[in-house]
């Protein structure tokens, strides 16, 4: 018999777990992890900074895409993929970023998806499903925490420097600002690690005296604070 349990921890670390995986793969497709120094589409850099006339705008660069304004388009930024391939991808730093993160984000998107579940699943192969989940969580923050300890190393780049000038360097930004994709994956990356350690508190919830006691009453839905 399927029992549902449902406990104001248990909801919580199921809503922070989808909150975690939903903003990592936002901020993982995003292009605004960098945001560069204002120009005009016909821009050109030069020793005493951008030489720019009439109205300017900032691009903004991802780790996989971009946003830039053409001089011959009339419709405004164009943004979309720079690299095709897996291959075309800014610097070697870069790469091993978008691995470590669509790593992190599988096991996070996995989480999310078996997360809802546990409602009526408390456990899988006499295991915890909440401390299954947890060690998933913690393993998916080394993997997001790698990605982003690389990713500044690859602001040396040529594909950086456009954006960025030539002061661009590695953990060295130039005349570029952080974007909010940035913020975001790093602020997913300390609750997934929060997720991991409150999973077993979801845990306790839904194994608790109370619970049980409710079970032996013969109720199949159960819901306590």
């Known amino acids: ?26 901020a993982f497709m995003s292009t605004d992890w960098l945001v560069g120094f204002p120009r005009t589409p016909d821009a ?12 300017a705008y900032r691009p903004t660069l991802g780790i996989y895409g ?5 001089p011959h388009l009339q419709r405004g930024i164009l943004c979309g993929p720079y690299a095709i391939h897996f291959g075309e991808i800014a610097s070697g730093f870069w ?38 989940c947890g060690l998933l969580q913690g393993i998916a923050g080394l993997f997001l925490i790698l990605g982003l300890m690389l990713y500044p190393a690859g602001w040396g780049s040529d594909k950086v420097q456009l954006y960025c000038g030539p002061d661009a360097a590695p953990y060295r930004a130039g005349l570029c600002s952080m974007g909010w994709a940035f913020y975001t994956a790093m602020g997913g990356t300390v609750l997934t ?5 409150f999973s077993a508190q979801a845990e306790i919830a839904t194994s608790s005296d109370k619970v049980q006691e409710e079970i032996e009453e013969g109720k199949s839905l159960i819901c306590l604070l």
Do not use: Y
């Open 44 to 55: 050109v850099f030069g020793p005493h900074g951008a030489t720019t006339a009439g109205e």
């Open 95 to 132: 790469q091993a970023t978008s691995i470590f993160l669509a790593a992190g984000i599988l096991l996070l998107c996995a989480v999310a998806f078996i997360s809802v579940f546990t409602m009526c699943f408390q456990s899988i192969m006499k295991k915890s499903i909440f401390n299954v």
């Open 1 to 26: 018999m399927c029992h549902v349990i449902v406990t104001c921890r248990s909801m919580l670390w199921t809503l922070l777990s989808i909150v975690a995986a939903f903003g990592e793969l936002i």
């Open 66 to 70: 971009r946003c830039i304004k053409l």
């Open 193 to 197: 690690f929060i997720c991991a350690v």
